[in-house]
């Protein structure tokens, strides 16, 4: 990791900088996106004025020791390295004819970019970072470069900033691959992008140096996706895989109860049952829904919001749910299909709600869930 300092002031980040040596980054302690980075500062004055801009983001300022090479996120998916990029900050590439301007306009004319996220690359802006990154080399935005000059209007490489990405996967030396997987691990995340920086990813870092500068807990994905230049990897794919191993059950049984009358009570005797099998059941009645017996949320959660809640919570691995005929004709069920449905009876209760007047009608919607049931119905 690049050596560094936490500060709260413009005089403690210029001491920081002296004390690490320049050159040096600034940048803010928690933001992403690049947002209010500065890198390569060699000056105090330089050094003052990034620290005011990363303050606008964070309120602490990291001072660190810049690491030169190209910067690359290296994607680590349960310890597994699924991809890696090799990011280049936002530029255009010169023709002898046009200003940077005017370079900067057709490039944002690709279809591939878009405003934020929207679209597999982000468009290009001429703010006053761009004016800065572009003064330091000598440049404005009426400068017209050289045929095949490489003009670059970003320091950062991030692609909400406007960069591109190259595939670099099949390049990278295994002891890179193995410090990226032993940093993901150390930290304890089963998904997460470090961001390496290094002259040569193919070469160790053990023979030619580098440094992680940041471990990202949720990294992006349009790099590796659809990347600018080299093989798309389905990293996508390989997270869904960790979430859902070969093998394991994709759904959870859900018995559904309905009825006019005892519909609370067969809920709850069904879900201790369930529980007694070894379940972690899920259970929606009248009075709350409970998680293996304990109740998370008091009220009538018999509709399709409390059978979203049950379905969705992680620990649940099966689901009894009390449904109510107030809830399937507000919302409908809020399911597809259940496994097994009880209609414990339809009496002439409970008549008046939305045109439903007589039993005949309150049969058609119990018999919903009648209808949904993929294994057994029980009338």
Do not use: W
């Not at 050596?3 to 320049?22: D, M, T």
């Not at 690359?121 to 004016?131: C, F, K, M, P, V």
Request: net charge negative.
């Amino acid at each position: 990791m690049p050596r560094q300092r936490k500060v709260y002031r413009a005089c403690e980040a210029v001491v920081s900088a002296e004390q690490l040596g320049y050159p040096v980054v600034v940048k803010p302690l928690d933001c992403n996106h690049g947002q209010g980075v500065s890198i390569k500062l060699t000056t105090p004055e330089q050094v003052e004025l990034a620290y005011k801009r990363a303050r606008k983001y964070s309120h602490a300022v990291l001072v660190e020791s810049y690491i030169p090479g190209s910067d690359y996120r290296m994607l680590v998916v349960k310890d597994q390295l699924a991809a890696v990029a090799r990011r280049v900050p936002a530029h255009v590439v010169g023709d002898g004819l046009h200003t940077v301007e005017q370079l900067v306009e057709e490039a944002n004319r690709d279809p591939r970019r878009g405003v934020g996220h929207e679209n597999v690359l982000t468009r290009i802006e001429l703010g006053d970072t761009a004016q800065s990154v572009l003064g330091a080399a000598g440049y404005d935005f009426e400068t017209v470069p050289a045929p095949g000059e490489s003009v670059y209007v970003c320091a950062t490489a991030n692609l909400s900033t406007g960069g591109t990405s190259i595939d670099v996967t099949d390049q990278v030396h295994p002891d890179n691959r193995e410090m990226a997987v032993r940093a993901v691990k150390a930290i304890g995340l089963d998904v997460a992008g470090v961001d390496f920086i290094t002259t040569d990813i193919a070469s160790s870092y053990r023979e030619v140096g580098g440094a992680m500068c940041e471990v990202n807990a949720s990294p992006g994905l349009r790099m590796h996706l659809a990347p600018s230049e080299g093989p798309a990897r389905d990293v996508a794919g390989a997270i869904v895989d960790m979430l859902y191993p070969s093998g394991t059950p994709k759904t959870i049984p859900i018995a559904s109860i309905t009825g006019t009358n005892g519909k609370t009570t067969t809920s709850r005797m069904l879900a201790q049952i369930m529980k007694l099998a070894g379940y972690t059941v899920g259970l929606g009645t009248t009075d709350g829904v409970y998680i293996d017996g304990r109740m998370t949320l008091a009220g009538d959660m018999t509709g399709v919001s409390s059978a979203r809640m049950i379905l969705a919570d992680c620990a649940v691995d099966a689901a009894v749910l009390e449904t109510a005929r107030g809830g399937l004709l507000r919302r409908g069920l809020g399911y597809p299909e259940c496994n097994v449905a009880a209609c414990l009876n339809v009496s002439a209760d409970h008549l008046g709600l939305r045109g439903i007047e007589t039993v005949e009608q309150m049969a058609e919607v119990k018999r919903i869930i009648i209808e949904v049931a993929k294994d057994m119905a029980v009338l």
